[in-house]
């Protein structure tokens, strides 16, 4: 998908401030049943569609109005994934700015997931 490039300068801005992991570092924790919530910021479309084992879905639009009554905990650790980590990032920069303390974005999102043939579900 080609991103103008206004998109990709706000992307970029708010990378500087957040912190990122990656595909395989997201499913090691998985795989060793670490405590974290994992949150898919797509659309409910896509999320209906697919998404990762045991991801709660706080979709772009509504994330920052609804994060506080689906996790009140300031100090929980949120990784949030999209379909190829932009989204996500900018969503990781507003949490940021509303107070959690401990949240990631995964770099290369599902499509990265997809390619690497780590298991989805549609629970």
Same mark, same amino acid.
Not at 16 to 32: F, M, Y
């Given at each position: 998908? *080609?991103?103008?490039?206004?998109?990709?300068?706000?992307?970029? /801005?708010?990378?500087?401030?957040? *912190?990122?992991?990656?595909?395989?570092?997201?499913?090691?924790?998985? /795989?060793?049943?670490?405590?974290f919530v994992l949150v898919d910021v797509r659309e409910e479309s896509e999320f209906i569609k697919d998404h990762l084992p045991g991801a709660l879905h706080l979709g772009k639009g509504v994330i920052e109005r609804d994060i506080e009554d689906r996790i009140p905990d300031l100090d929980a650790p949120l990784i949030l994934y999209c379909g190829g980590g932009f989204r996500s990032a900018l969503a990781a920069d507003n949490l940021q700015k509303m107070g959690y303390r401990n949240v990631r974005s995964m770099d290369g999102g599902v499509r990265e997931w997809r390619e690497k043939n780590y298991p989805l579900t549609r629970e």
């Open positions: 998908m *080609q991103h103008s490039p206004r998109f990709l300068n706000i992307v970029q /801005d708010a990378r500087s401030r957040i *912190q990122e992991t990656t595909v395989e570092e997201v499913k090691e924790k998985l /795989d060793g049943e670490e405590k």
